[in-house]
């Protein structure tokens, strides 16, 4: 049985994929047969990719092309990225690009920006996520605006019927030493971000994710947190 977890975002450019290394590298240190899916990316160029960065935190599992079977090089919405290419998004694809990783013990899948952001013309991040009937991992920057932006974001994903597994504050960008007693610091900013939020929602677990670290804080153990994958036919 193949257990999963779907990584989301309450926008593009949050650290999705830094979350989604750290909860791959953590649970490979458990040996526990990890595969990483994206199932669509845009902006994907030259060097460290994402792509490559989802690959190698699973020891390089599986095969590389089925990390992410439909990337584009141009930095826009996918179905913008796939034309200037002269290419569609295949929406079967998205789904049936599970098929090879379908033999692991868990699978990390990460959404392209936010939840309700499209993969294709017919499907949403929302859409893919309810029909693996997989928990999800809600990231956002841990910036100004964090508060206001979770929260939106989680009621919206139980409305539609999802469940939230936890939530991630991303450090995106590094923080000043001698810079964190002041209100307007990001550090600051990311501490009370994270009590607030564990207030107004104790029932899920805030985390957060260090500028360039590969450790969530506190401890998760994202393989219980997963349930089974349904890879739809």
């Not at 994929?17 to 030259?46: F, H, M, W």
């Not at 990231?139 to 932006?149: E, F, K, M, T």
């Amino acid at each position: 049985m193949t257990q999963g977890l779907f990584i989301s975002g309450t926008d593009t450019d949050v650290g999705k994929t830094a979350v989604a290394v750290a909860i791959l590298k953590q649970c490979v240190g458990q040996r526990i047969d990890c595969r990483a899916y994206k199932p669509v990316a845009s902006g994907v160029q030259c060097g460290l990719s994402d792509i490559e960065r989802l690959w190698q935190a699973t020891e390089k599992s599986g095969s590389r092309e089925d990390v992410c079977p439909q990337s584009f090089q141009l930095a826009v919405a996918p179905e913008q990225a796939a034309a200037a290419e002269e290419k569609q998004i295949d929406d079967g694809l998205l789904r049936k690009g599970l098929y090879p990783h379908r033999s692991s013990k868990f699978i990390v899948i990460e959404g392209a920006g936010g939840l309700f952001s499209p993969l294709s013309h017919q499907t949403l991040n929302v859409d893919l996520a309810r029909e693996l009937q997989v928990p999800i991992v809600i990231v956002d920057r841990s910036h100004l605006g964090a508060i206001g932006r979770t929260l939106m974001a989680v009621t919206a994903a139980e409305a539609a019927g999802l469940t939230v597994a936890a939530v991630v504050l991303s450090q995106t960008e590094p923080c000043r030493p001698d810079n964190h007693q002041k209100p307007d610091s990001s550090f600051v900013i990311a501490r009370h971000s994270r009590e607030e939020l564990q207030r107004r929602i104790p029932q899920i677990l805030i985390c957060w994710l260090g500028y360039e670290s590969s450790t969530i804080e506190p401890y998760v153990d994202w393989f219980k947190k997963s349930a089974h994958l349904h890879i739809p036919m």
